[in-house]
């Protein structure tokens, strides 16, 4: 299924509930404000906006290194990062404004969730906000100005950050109109321009294999066996299913994803695929998704992509690559860990690299050396100029433009703005705002 597996520095949220308590928006400035972090065991509720950002960022970086997301060496970075996305995405000058209030209990419930959910987790499990800054809920109804649709108490936004729109409420009506500004609302799902009801245990569904878009939450779109058990289930006319559970026949579904509960994983390394239990450590392990959390499959060995011939093009079939070695489950490493530079699966930690020289290499920090933003960590980009890392910046923050060729730009970011573009003649960021914004 489309594992929930958490965003962890994500910058979206779910739809908050509007019922909780409700403090004072913080001042701008002071999600970044330093304070003690209480034991995660005791979860009590933070008494502001300032002091949930607080407690929050070691709670997300130590559930990445956990799960595996980050190494232990780049927790220090990893609170810099946290801290510093909430200016980027304009979460503080939002709650300044009133656009976001805070809850307390909401904040409490999702600082509790980072310290004790496994890594592999449902979205209808997360509690609210948990995607985002923590406590944090919409406060512009409908007709309101607002730059992200998360500020939003009902619907989207039709503005972008630093170019003001419109909260616009979703379509509650089946048979309503729908569009990328004008969603339906939780109960509907849109379909050809429409808003049409979401199927119940059994309705028929259909769309991109797996998804399961026209069901309700908790289910996905089963279709019937096509080609062979390790190939995808592809468009076709389905029903609303639950998730596979353990020991049920499983596919592949999109983006590489499979049909099986979020606790378990498809084992694609049998004839006949079937949900197991993901595998504990010094297991042998026949995919990158097999292993327990904390663990990654080590020295997994996939076979190449076969082709097929596409008007004279050379096209990569989707289908589930055959194990030509399988890995072994074991601890995730950290920076500068021996690792197998030609396998699929390593003990490196997913935002790092195994390098040619067969090391675990993490993205580069500010100043160092870059070809692309790639090699730079979050919060930087590659200068195009320099050849170095350096910070995107915010709206309203001085900067320098980048003078470049249009082919570089190509491949990376020629602009240190993050949202909007660096006025040559005011040397600040300001906002780039384009009619279709």
Avoid: N
Avoid at 12 to 34: E, I
Avoid at 383 to 411: K, Q
Wanted: glycine share 10%; with cysteine; net charge negative.
């Amino acid at each position: 299924m489309r594992h929930g597996l958490l965003a962890l520095l994500a910058t979206f949220a779910c739809t908050p509930d509007t019922t909780g308590p409700v403090s004072a928006a913080a001042p701008a400035g002071a999600l970044a404000a330093a304070r003690v972090v209480p034991p995660v065991t005791t979860h009590p509720r933070p008494r502001d906006a300032a002091e949930s950002a607080a407690w929050e960022a070691p709670l997300r970086c130590d559930r990445a290194i956990r799960c595996g997301e980050i190494g232990a060496s780049e927790r220090e970075r990893c609170l810099r990062v946290t801290r510093r996305k909430s200016v980027l995405h304009g979460t503080e000058r939002a709650l300044k404004a009133g656009r976001y209030r805070f809850d307390p209990a909401l904040a409490a419930d999702c600082l509790k969730f980072l310290a004790e959910a496994p890594c592999h987790v449902a979205y209808e499990v997360i509690p609210d906000g948990c995607l985002s800054d923590a406590g944090l809920y919409p406060a512009v109804p409908p007709g309101g100005a607002c730059e992200h649709k998360d500020e939003c108490i009902e619907g989207t936004c039709t503005g972008t950050i630093g170019c003001p729109g419109v909260c616009r409420a979703h379509t509650s009506e089946v048979g309503g109109r729908c569009d990328r500004d004008t969603p339906c609302s939780e109960h509907l799902f849109c379909g050809g321009e429409t808003c049409r009801p979401r199927g119940d245990l059994g309705a028929a569904c259909s769309g991109i294999g797996g998804t399961g878009e026209g069901c309700r939450p908790g289910l996905l779109c089963q279709y019937p066996p096509d080609g062979g058990p390790h190939e995808p289930r592809l468009a076709r006319p389905g029903t609303c299913q639950p998730p596979r559970g353990l020991g049920q026949s499983c596919r592949r579904t999109v983006l590489d994803h499979d049909d099986c509960a979020v606790e378990y994983f498809c084992d694609f390394g049998l004839a006949v695929p079937v949900c197991r239990v993901r595998l504990p450590a010094g297991a042998a392990c026949p995919s990158v998704d097999a292993c327990a959390d904390g663990l990654r499959c080590d020295g997994l060995w996939l076979a190449d992509r076969s082709t097929v011939s596409d008007i004279g093009h050379m096209v990569r079939r989707d289908e589930v690559r055959a194990v030509v070695r399988p890995g072994v489950c074991r601890p995730v490493a950290d920076q500068g860990s021996a690792c197998e530079f030609t396998a699929d699966g390593t003990r490196c930690p997913a935002d790092m690299l195994c390098s040619e020289d067969g090391v675990c290499v993490a993205r580069r920090d500010t100043g160092s050396a870059c070809e692309s933003d790639d090699d730079c960590g979050d919060t930087l980009f590659c200068d195009p100029t320099s050849g170095t890392c350096r910070p995107e910046l915010d709206l309203g923050e001085p900067c320098s433009p980048v003078a470049t060729d249009d082919d570089a730009c190509m491949f990376q970011t020629c602009d240190p703005c993050l949202f909007g573009t660096c006025d040559p003649s005011t040397r600040r960021c300001v906002p780039d705002c384009r009619p279709d914004d």
